[in-house]
């Protein structure tokens, strides 16, 4: 396996790691926070290797058997945790047994490294196991919790871990990075079509999702001039067979909401318009922007998606 090159946004993550090695004040508990699709998991694949590598002068050297190993999820020592297919949480079970494994020793002379991701499915009592790794590790033992959402995690889990801020690249770097990564493609409209960062498009399929933007944006203009009516695109949205696609509208639907809401802010300190040419009103884009949020909540549990995406699309069709 030959080794990746370093993200770049990763630099500022890393440069703080490698001090804090240096000094040897590295804590045994690092919360990565990470901006949506930033990388988190490779920071911390990136973290695993910096601690076990082998090649003491140019660590992590992405070469030796360690670093190869922690690259390809094979590591003895180097664990990761994430919600099993069927479940939406990191289950006490697996963490106790995982607890178990790290209390044992290591087996090369490196680190034993713990990765929960993303550490905000850990199951609540899941959590309250790890509290006393935390307060009480094993000598070269690192738990790194990956999340964009740290204020999911149980307050006493995140009051026991260094903070590490992972930013996300710009629009124009994820573009770069993925189109390095996987070849020509839309890249730019797939990044936009979710408003993630390239590591929640890896395995994507660009034109797709480009694709998928272009119909419901063309779809909610319709909507907006008259020309359809909700119902009927209620019912196509929230068809099983396209299960998967009505995450990408919805965020489509939040960007463009976002952008619009921008705008409207932005006519209005400049002129007052009339007609066409008014901006709707800002209060209701708001109130549909809430709602969009709180639909993609939703759309991940078991509710009856037809009605409520057309409740949406009216509000959208009546703003
Ligand atoms: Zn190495």
Avoid at 154 to 180: D, F, I, M, N, W
């Amino acid at each position: 396996m030959t080794s990746k090159p370093l993200p770049e946004w990763f630099r500022p993550a890393c440069q703080e790691v490698e001090a804090a090695f240096a000094a040897g004040r590295l804590t045994h508990g690092i919360l990565i926070h990470e901006d949506p699709g930033a990388g988190g998991l490779e920071f911390a694949r990136w973290i695993a290797q910096r601690v076990n590598c082998k090649d003491a002068n140019r660590a992590p050297c992405g070469e030796c058997q360690d670093c190869q190993w922690i690259a390809a999820d094979q590591h003895p020592d180097v664990h990761r945790l994430s919600p099993e297919e069927d479940s939406q949480y990191i289950l006490t079970e697996a963490v106790r047994e995982l607890i178990a494994e790290l209390s044992l020793t290591s087996h090369g002379r490196g680190y034993k490294v713990a990765v929960f991701s993303p550490a905000d499915t850990l199951y609540p009592n899941a959590a309250h196991s790890l509290l006393k790794t935390l307060e009480e590790p094993a000598a070269r033992t690192l738990l790194l919790l990956v999340t964009s959402q740290p204020s999911r995690l149980l307050a006493t889990v995140r009051s026991r871990c260094a903070r590490l801020r992972l930013k996300g690249p710009s629009h124009q770097e994820a573009a770069r990075y993925l189109e390095a990564a996987r070849g020509p493609g839309p890249w730019d409209e797939a990044l936009a079509a979710t408003g993630a960062g390239p590591f929640a498009l890896l395995d994507t399929d660009p034109a797709a999702l480009a694709k998928l933007r272009n119909d419901t944006l063309n779809t909610i203009g319709d909507i907006g001039s008259g020309k359809i009516q909700p119902p009927g695109v209620a019912e196509r949205w929230a068809d099983r067979t396209n299960a998967k696609d009505l995450p990408v509208r919805l965020a489509c639907l939040e960007i463009w909401v976002t952008d619009r809401i921008r705008e409207s802010a932005s006519i209005r300190d400049v002129t007052h318009l009339s007609g066409e040419g008014r901006p709707p009103n800002i209060c209701r884009l708001f109130e549909l922007s809430d709602a969009i949020r709180d639909m993609r909540k939703l759309s991940l549990t078991s509710i009856n998606k037809a009605m409520a995406v057309e409740s949406l699309l009216w509000r959208w069709a009546r703003s």
